[in-house]
């Protein structure tokens, strides 16, 4: 199109210049300047859809990826940095792609091609302009490290605070109990205030980089004037070649001060999208074998704990752990708190892996089983339930792959939870809450309890599912639970000797290690930590009814 402008200028200048001609360069002014239109929406299109399809894999990619990782990561890792990075970082790695290419690609095409054009034009005034550019171009890039920096430190803060409202509202009864309110503003405060500090400080420097190139630019285009200015008066540079060069001068005024944005831009993204790559190259700690067994049939329910230890840093959590479970059988877990109770009955699920030894279902080592095919064998309940904020319904048939009412009734039923569901205005379409924040601790352990037997796993793990419970209520829940533990092997965790008594056999473990073996009516005869449990416990129940 400059080109067009120019020859125009020439012939009017020469005067040789007919109608005809004029109107032939004006029809190719504006053919070429559809043609520019249409690409200009492509190169908008293209790069910006792009990054959204990016954006959807690389997240649904993250999330796979973080319910891979196992316990020894949530451990170190903060729900606030991990919903940061699923959602701000995203963002900013969705822009700098979309956006990076797109300026990038209009930047790149535009000033290669220019510069050709005005080289060819005129390679003397291309020469200025590259002089004031080029010392430009390596300030610019020093600007650049300073802003990734400063990017880095205020994605950090964003992270603290998204960590700091997620505590906050998940502890709000805490906060709320100790009359924190005040103070928890106040930190809250502290913490908003640095990050507007840091994400102005990121700001200043990324912004100053606009007028930077706007005033280099400027520069540029004067030198240009005054330089091709003496030319035209001393006949060496036509007027149509200088309008020439000076279109294509403001064709990449745009660019070139878009240059800044989107570089900024790479930067944000390269900070972003270096935190959520750490994410994505820490490997699990519990991984599965190649040869990994992935049978349909599955093993039988025998557990067997072979000379099983397990040690977290200097400290030995379990040790020398000897336990045959043969299949349908109950084992009841006992133990001060802080034995190992929990440790022993997560080594059977592989949420964590023995330091030595080997733990063995159906006689073949949990190691060499798809984690798909062991977990699938196994309903949970834990002492201190997770409850997702669904319905009532949607939790009890969590672990089952297409749940029906009837199921979802059964286990409710077994879990002595039916009658409390009756009194709930919308029964089993009852909203829990966050964490299942809307019923009362024994309603959510029970809650947990149908979830778990809701699957009619082959191994049932109880993990002090009664704590919260009436000893009238544990007894109803015991006597429905029976038939459902006399079908498969059950390891039941527990502290009450009332609960311990329906066991075939019961474990104590003290110190990682088991002290005592035997039937609830052989430990109370053997002086130990059972027998004082039994002594104690009935001391308490007669205090209790003489009141």
Excluded at 58 to 71: K, Y
């Amino acid at each position: 199109m400059p080109y067009f402008v120019r020859l125009v200028i020439e012939g009017l200048e020469t005067h040789t210049l007919t109608a005809g001609q004029l109107w032939k360069l004006i029809a190719l002014f504006a053919a070429t300047g559809t043609i520019g239109i249409f690409f200009s929406r492509l190169i908008r299109y293209i790069p910006l859809r792009l990054s959204h399809r990016i954006e959807y894999t690389l997240r649904n990619d993250l999330f796979e990826h973080l319910t891979r990782l196992d316990q020894s990561f949530y451990r170190t890792e903060r729900t606030g940095d991990l919903m940061t990075k699923l959602s701000s970082d995203m963002n900013i790695i969705r822009d700098s792609i979309g956006q990076g290419l797109l300026q990038g690609t209009r930047t790149l095409i535009t000033m290669v091609s220019a510069s050709i054009v005005m080289f060819i034009a005129d390679p003397r005034l291309t020469g200025l302009m590259f002089s004031v550019f080029i010392p430009m171009t390596i300030i610019f890039f020093l600007v650049l490290k300073l802003v990734r920096r400063y990017q880095q430190a205020m994605q950090e803060h964003v992270s603290e605070v998204s960590n700091f409202c997620h505590e906050s509202f998940s502890g709000i009864r805490c906060i709320k109990g100790f009359a924190m309110e005040r103070r928890r503003t106040g930190q809250f405060e502290e913490l908003n205030h640095e990050l507007i500090r840091k994400t102005m400080r990121m700001q200043a420097s990324r912004q100053s980089l606009w007028p930077f190139m706007a005033f280099c630019f400027n520069l540029g285009t004067i030198l240009i004037f005054i330089s091709g200015g003496r030319r035209i008066i001393d006949g060496t540079l036509t007027i149509g070649t200088l309008t020439q060069f000076t279109y294509y001068l403001f064709y990449m005024r745009w660019p070139l001060l878009a240059l800044s944005w989107v570089m900024s831009m790479l930067q944000r993204g390269k900070v972003s999208w270096i935190r959520v790559r750490d994410i994505l190259e820490t490997e699990p700690a519990i991984a599965e074998r190649e040869e990994s067994i992935s049978d349909p049939s599955k093993p039988n329910a025998s557990i067997a704990f072979r000379k099983v230890s397990l040690s977290i840093g200097p400290r030995e959590l379990l040790s020398d752990i000897d336990l045959e479970i043969p299949a349908g059988t109950t084992i009841g877990i006992t133990g001060p708190t802080g034995s190992g109770k929990t440790l022993l009955t997560s080594l059977v699920a592989r949420l964590q892996d023995p330091t030595s030894g080997t733990v063995e279902i159906g006689g073949i080592d949990i190691r060499n089983l798809s984690l798909a095919t062991l977990r699938g064998m196994i309903g949970f309940a834990a002492q201190e339930p997770v409850l997702f904020s669904r319905t009532l319904e949607h939790n009890i048939g969590f672990g089952v792959e297409n749940p029906d009412m009837g199921i979802i009734g059964w286990a409710a039923e077994i879990a002595h939870l039916q009658g409390d569901i009756e009194t709930f205005p919308d029964r089993y379409q009852t909203i829990l809450g966050e964490r299942g924040v809307t019923l009362s601790g024994g309603q959510r352990q029970r809650t947990s309890i149908s979830r778990a037997i809701a699957r009619r796993p082959d191994i049932l793990i109880l993990d002090d599912v009664l704590s919260a419970v009436d000893t009238q209520t544990e007894a109803a829940i015991m006597k429905k639970l029976q038939p459902v533990m006399a079908e498969r092997t059950t390891l039941f965790v527990s502290h009450r000797v009332s609960t311990l008594r329906y066991s075939d056999t019961i474990v104590v473990i003290e110190n990682g290690r088991i002290t005592q073996q035997g039937t609830h009516d052989e430990l109370i005869r053997q002086p130990g930590y059972y027998a004082e449990l039994n002594t104690m416990q009935q001391l308490q129940e007669k205090l209790e009814g003489g009141k």
